[in-house]
């Protein structure tokens, strides 16, 4: 079987494992059982299990990113010199995750993997931001900062976090909702899921930065860590 054929099956596999038990707890051993190789093929193809986390990732986030930049241009492009709507960059960052041929939609597997990339512990985050989302970040960042020019800049910075918050809620909790909801809320609907996020957030970001009143009793605790 061509080495493309064992690569393929292998991300395939890992994807749907660190997806289902989260990446500490899939052991490469087993990918290799149900990828039908073996550890001489990871080696040949990743050289560790980190590489093949970062590969898996990857995959996925590499034409997620290059839409996310042309959704982006484009929105720039219709602005000219003015302003940018807001909600038209919170699409050009979302939708690429929801609609047409998104690797969420194509494969669920990959929502729950991004939120799970978010949310466990370790510097995975830290590795794959350096890798894949710098540019994104400054690209966001700088649009969001033409989109809202009387925000502070450390205001845009905190609800882009919380952005990266929900997102990663809404990848990897959609079960979560649909129990609660007793079935009410329809999780398969991609566009409903994505007009959603983009009111929600939209009205965060808009909202008046706070007026610092000094710290509260966790946020001491935190920042004295």
Request: aromatic share 8%.
């Amino acid at each position: 079987m061509p080495h493309t054929d064992t690569k393929e099956r292998i991300l395939d596999v890992a994807e749907r494992l660190f997806a289902d038990r989260g990446f500490a707890d899939t052991s490469l051993r087993m990918i290799t059982a149900e990828a039908g190789a073996n550890l001489a093929a990871v080696n040949y193809h990743f050289q560790s299990k980190d590489a093949l986390i970062l590969a898996v990732i990857a995959r996925r986030m590499g034409p997620l990113n290059e839409r996310r930049l042309a959704l982006l241009d484009a929105v720039e492009a219709r602005a000219g010199q003015g302003p940018l709507p807001l909600e038209d960059i919170l699409g050009a960052f979302f939708e690429p995750l929801f609609r047409g041929g998104a690797p969420c939609v194509v494969n669920p597997n990959f929502g729950r993997l991004l939120g799970r990339m978010y949310i466990e512990p370790g510097d995975l985050f830290s590795r794959v931001f350096r890798d894949q989302m710098a540019p994104i970040r400054n690209r966001f960042l700088g649009a969001a900062q033409r989109a809202l020019p009387g925000l502070p800049l450390e205001e845009i910075f905190w609800r882009m976090h919380f952005l990266i918050g929900a997102l990663a809620h809404t990848m990897s909790g959609l079960h979560h909702i649909k129990a609660t909801s007793d079935g009410l809320v329809d999780v398969t609907d991609a566009d409903a899921i994505l007009e959603r996020l983009i009111v929600f957030l939209a009205a965060g970001f808009r909202a008046p930065a706070p007026v610092k009143k000094g710290e509260g009793p966790c946020v001491s605790q935190l920042s004295s860590r």
